[in-house]
């Protein structure tokens, strides 16, 4: 775990610029509670972009992402609003 909370962390430093624009798109999007449906697709857009096997914005708002793994491990779901 350590590894790879070290190879995020040189990632993030690594691409610090790309970081910051991105959080600078998402926050300039209104997304007042119950009304975060421009916020999700904008998100589930970057997640197709960065390479998630899909990405969808649910009848809540909510994002989600799946990225599918090699092994036969848990699965989890990964949601943002």
Same mark, same amino acid.
């Given at each position: ?19 910051? +624009?991105? #959080?600078? =798109?998402? $926050? @300039? ?7 975060? +449906?421009? #916020?999700? =697709?904008? $998100? @589930? ?20 992402g799946v990225i599918k793994g090699a ?11």
């Amino acid at each position: 775990m350590k590894e790879l909370r070290t190879r995020v962390s040189n990632w993030v430093d690594d691409n610090s610029d790309q970081c910051i +624009k991105f #959080l600078q =798109e998402m $926050i @300039a999007i209104p997304s007042p509670s119950h009304d975060e +449906k421009q #916020l999700a =697709e904008f $998100i @589930a857009s970057r997640m197709k972009l960065y390479g998630y096997d899909s990405a969808v914005v649910d009848g809540l708002h909510d994002a989600m992402g799946v990225i599918k793994g090699a092994g036969g491990g848990r699965s989890s779901c990964s949601t943002a609003t």
